[in-house]
């Protein structure tokens, strides 16, 4: 039985939610962080993961009877990683380090932002390769 409406698309990001961010937790005691002191690399190295596991997730060609792949993406892209990955701990965890900083140009401050973003950006490129080759589109014609 296949469903598409609202009720069901909620259920499947609350549930994929739940998930992700109790595996961000997990991570968290996995890599314990003294609040208030930078850098935050449990945020960091769930951030990483998660771009990489979002650009093998926008290229899975998911989809059986029961869900269709814009509901595998609802739950794993919008729930699971969208609750793993946390963008707002780390540009608080910046900001804080940003204010106790005297001389702005600190430079692990620099290298921990500049690293985060491009290393997600290359990452997520990494998973969305890893997926165009392990599911190759098929021909149109």
């Known amino acids: 039985m296949r469903s598409s409406g609202l009720a069901f698309r909620l ?3 609350f549930g994929g939610g ?4 109790l595996a961000r937790y997990l991570l968290g005691v ?3 962080h003294v609040s208030h002191e930078p850098p935050n690399w449990s945020v ?3 951030n990483l993961v998660g ?5 093998i997730v926008v290229t899975a060609p998911f989809g059986s009877r029961r869900l269709d792949l814009e509901h595998w993406r609802l739950l794993l892209g919008t729930g699971v990683l969208g609750g793993f990955t946390t963008y707002s701990a780390f540009t608080v965890d910046i900001a ?3 204010a106790s900083v005297v001389d702005p140009l600190y430079a692990w401050l620099i290298w921990f932002v500049l690293g985060q973003v ?3 950006i ?3 490129g990494a998973g969305m390769a890893l997926g165009l080759r392990l599911w190759p589109a098929k021909d149109a014609s």
């Open 30 to 32: 996995a890599i314990p």
């Open 18 to 21: 739940a998930l992700g961010t």
């Open 96 to 98: 804080g380090a940003a």
């Open 122 to 124: 290359a990452l997520a």
């Open 11 to 13: 259920l499947l990001v």
């Open 51 to 55: 771009a990489f596991l979002m650009g």
């Open 44 to 46: 960091f190295v769930a």
């Open 118 to 120: 491009v290393a997600g």
